[in-house]
């Protein structure tokens, strides 16, 4: 149970607080910003750089102050100013790879803010798909590591996470780049966390704490002692968990993060809590609230998340002025090529007219084969249907004028000599012979409906739904609205053939109570709808398993008519049938 409740707190740190990889929130206070002497100096050098169009330079200047107003004063907007500023002096100069390094520098610092997360991922993606481009390996893992930091927060976690991230620390090792393989190792322990793989998770943090250490990075530092510090709550040894923990406090509080504080005091409180000291966990816990109000209500974190807003208005300007010079190239060449154009029209023009005519003539003959190949289908569909229907006939006459008259035969002879059979052998037989006439009337009838020959099809419909309410539990109902003008012989049997087949279906495999079938006609359609309370399905497509649901489409197909499927898990099945009535209307004889 234990180890349960602290891989939850781990899941819920990786979703939301964990955006603390390194990362600084101010704290909550005042914010104007008192310019430092650097800071002045440094903005001197960017208004003369720019003011002579040095913009190479003027965008390094950029980003250097960017890093020091992070340096002073952690996660804030005038950070994230100066890195646009960088951005667009940087797209002036045409130096790619300073406009593109920039982009991951952006989406590592969206990275701040949870609700940044899809602004952070797209400046990444495209600052990625550059680099890979020109092969810049060392750019390239930078940003493999900036996706892998979006993506371990997601839940659920990426399949290929631990691919990637394993793949990545290669990447870093092979071209040299530590700094790198320590994050990379630090993320593995922190997807490892959340697998609830604890002996993975340590193994990689303390690999990571390792370079760490000899890099001097103390935000990294300070992120792998908290994770050491959950792989130890997670075995209840709160001691080492707290030890652990306030290594990691001492640091994140020399950098100022916010975030790391706000997890640390209230992880710290959990292990107060099982040590039993309750005054310190209560104390932790003051102190966490106190953190996380002086993130929520800062009005930085605020005024960041409309700084993307106002980003993506410099950079449309940015690429405006950029469409603007790359107009004017364009707009010479094309009053070169308008001469050629003009000339080329004639032809072009001719060509096109053949084209069209070669595509419609193509077009019709496709309409004609179709209708062919139409035409031809529905003949071998009306073979086989008659195919069917006749041997059905053909079957039910034998039976009726063969086994049945022989079975009556039988049955006269058996009650004619009663006085020389004994008791125990007349009446099994008697009820054998009674059974079996029963069942060859039936199987007759089925075959060959009585009552739709003679009364047509809904007295027909009638008598197979009281016929089935006899010998089924599931009620079956039939509805019918409107004047059923008098069908063809043909299209009659087939929509009682295909009625006799929902029904069959539903009471085999919908284990339903009521079955429901509906019956509603106009002078221009026919609409047939069998509907059943049963367990339902999946018809997300059209169903095509099995002889008789084909049997059904081909039938109504052959009608002209369509049919749809319709159904849920739990909440039954419908079948929705609509027909023309002129498929389905007897044809009145013509008078000489």
Known sequence: MTRNLTFSLLRKISMGALLLLGLSVAYKGSWAMSATPAIDSLKKEVKLLVQSKKYEQAAKAYDQLGSLYHQLYNYNKYTLDSYFNALKYYSLASDSVGYYSEHIAIGDYYTHDYFMQSSAEKYIAKARQFFERTHNMPKVIECRLGVANIAQKKDPLPKNLLADL???????????????????LNLLANTYSRLKMPDSAQYFASRSLTIAKQLNVNWLISLNYFYLGLVEQFRNHSEQAIAAYEKSYKLAEAEKNVAMLRELSKHSADSYSRMGDYQQAYAASLKT???ANQFYESEQTKSIRLQELDSQIKTLAVEKQLAEEQGQNQRFLNSVLVGVLFISIAGVAALVFLRRQQKLIARQQAVIAQQQIRQLELKSLRAMIEGQEGERSRIARDLHDGLGIQLSRIKLFVEAHQELLPLSVKEPLNQFLDEACTETRLISNDLRPYALSTFGLIPALEDLVQKLNLVNETTLVLEHYGELPPLGEEPSAMLYR????????????????????????????????VDDDGKGGNFSEEPSGGNGLANIKSRIAYLGGQVMWQSEEGKGTSVMISLPMQKLAKPIPSIA
């Open 166 to 184: 394993r793949e990545t620390a290669r990447m870093s090792d092979q071209y040299k780049q530590p700094y790198s393989q320590a994050y990379a």
């Open 498 to 529: 295909v009625v006799q087949e929902l029904l069959n279906n539903a009471l085999k495999h919908a284990q339903a109570q009521t079955i429901t079938i509906q019956i509603m006609t106009n002078d221009e359609t026919a609409l047939i709808s």
């Open 289 to 291: 609230l106190d953190l």
